[in-house]
């Protein structure tokens, strides 16, 4: 399930399908089943809306798919992958809690993704291309999360690091800035724990 | 149910199907794709195992002592030449420091030689040998050669320690400085047995011609006494008025004045005494000259009662003041083939030794020394017995080791018996025994093979 930061990746081509089959559950569950048939109809997929969580499908499905669940919801698109983003990591908690040993706060894991998140999801997927993720510690109650990635899912990281503070339960300040970088997007996530 | 939603839930129903379907073909590509690699792991191990073993082999098989150790010196591999140079079992080492294979004195120099190239342009280590002093696991020390380099193997530093015993090395070196001080002793003693022989020969010519007038003196005084005795009786013929018994009181004061009874005693054996020192000299002279006698290249035949009796002759100013010299020489003895001079090198050590054992123990007065020879199973057998001060038992085993001695300072150079036990194992194949009772004597027993068989001409 921890496979789900690597369907954020920053390869162009594909996605691991375990983000397909988390968003339909996502919509059902949030929406309804039918709502969830209708976009899966209207986005005409040339994998048909079959998905399996361990295949790999097209990138531009998943965009697909979103818009029109925008467009059937009348819901914006940053709002929809921003809640995907806290459901995914409700999901990884659940699949994956030998992550969370050890870890005290939000702060500690997040400091710990792309050391050795991605260093395990790597094992599983030697070819997934994984977003940057890079956490410093500026000061004690305050951490910069830089995330790069080629598909311009800013929105999906912030929901994910929403995710992670609610599961800490912790009160922390999210504020973001954007910029375009040469090898893609690159958005920094400025976090402020409450004193 | 309306019929929009059956329609719905067989649509979800097909792709659910479909995902399933799916999800199997997957399943079993990477199944196939699993054994696939799996098979590819096992031929890649298989071939890493060969590899290793061949490596460990060719490791194990390499002369020199090799281990592999970390950067902090801990010993991950140690080949079979090391582990029987440190005299180690594998697992005791492996895991160990490095340095416990070292001397105390030698662990600086070790730890010394790991680090001396880091921080240099020299990053694989140098081409230098360091010599220390390695310990077995028994506590005993040995001399070594080793050499550092360093390896990156996955980012981690190792270190390949080669070593090299130096034991047989350093016992070579001792042993050819041994044989060129004994090259140079034997120079020396050629050059002298030259002189000597040189000088005998010299003396030996009018030796000879003394001892004959000395025949021919001893000869003509005997005709000259009876001539005398002759006249001495023509006196009771004469009247002592006349003038011929005149003369003849003027002859018999001239005989008083002479005390010519007292010359007529003493002349003969004046020049008897004279012609046995002469023959005294002559024999010392033909001694000489026999033990100075130059070694053909390939030796020869040569008579050993011959060889001990000479070199008996020319040690005797050695022996004669502490000791009697009996022999028993066997008359049937066949002839040693050698090096004569070598031979003679042996006995003067024996007997000149023997003499020293005897001057010590303080038995100047009833000093003996007895040489035998005998032949016994195809080999000539020559016993030096003495009854000196002995050999104390706890050097016993030792008394032919180079160097080692147990007379005063500047007496000895302890390198006597370790010549006489090479010359004879060496140069004759023979054997050299030693019996010794501390305050009661020593024998040395020595036995030379008679190496061409049909050769039975009596010395």
Known sequence: MFSFLASCGSGVGVMKGVVFTEF??????????????????????PSGGIYTAVGTYDHQEIVTLVQNLSAETNIGIDQLLHAFGKHLFGRFVEGYPAFFDGQQNAFQFLQSVEEYIHVEVKKLYPDAELPSIIASLEAPNHLKIVYRSDRNMGDLAHGLIEGCIKHFDEAIDIRRSYATVETGHQTEFDLRRAA | MPDADVAQLERRLVRERKARKQAEDLLEQKSRELYQSNQELAGAVSAFEASSSRLSAILDHSFAGTLVSDSDNRVIVINRAARAMFRQAEGNVVGASILDLFDDDARECCEDAATSYIGTDDQEGSEVWHE??????????????????????????????IFRDLTQQR?????????EEDLRQAQKLEALGTMAGGVAHEINTPIQYIGDNMNYLRDGMSDMLSVLRAYQDLERYVDVESEAGKAFERIRSLERDSDL?????????????????????????????????????????????????????????????????????????????????????????????????????????????????????DSLLVDVSDNGCGIPKAIQDRIFEPFFTMKDVGKGTGQGLALCYRIVTQGFKGSIGMTSIEGEGTQFSLQFPTQIEGLDKKG
């Open chain 1, 24 to 45: 339909l559950e996502m919509v059902e569950d949030n929406f309804s089943p039918n709502i969830a048939d209708q976009i899966v109809e209207a986005s005409d997929l």
């Open chain 2, 132 to 161: 220390a002093s390695g310990l077995r696991s028994d506590g005993s020390s040995f001399p070594l050669e080793f050499i550092v380099t360093n390896l990156e193997l996955s980012d981690d530093l190792h270190r390949i320690w």
């Open chain 2, 171 to 179: 016992l070579a070196e001792a042993e050819r400085l041994a044989l």
């Open chain 2, 261 to 377: 009874d007292f010359l007529l005693d003493e002349i003969p054996k004046a020049i008897n005494q004279a012609t046995e020192g002469l023959t005294r000299v002559s024999t010392i002279v033909l001694a000489v000259k026999q033990f100075a006698h130059s070694d053909t290249e390939d030796g020869q035949a040569f008579s050993i009662n011959q060889a001990v009796a000479s070199t008996i002759e020319v040690t005797r100013g050695q022996w004669t003041p502490v000791a009697e010299l009996e022999t028993d020489f066997s008359d049937d003895l066949p002839y040693l083939i050698g090096h004569p001079g070598e031979f003679n090198q042996i006995m003067m050590h024996l007997i000149v030794n023997a003499a020293q054992a005897i001057d010590e123990s303080g038995k100047e007065g009833n000093g003996c020394i007895k040489i035998r020879t005998r032949y016994e199973n």
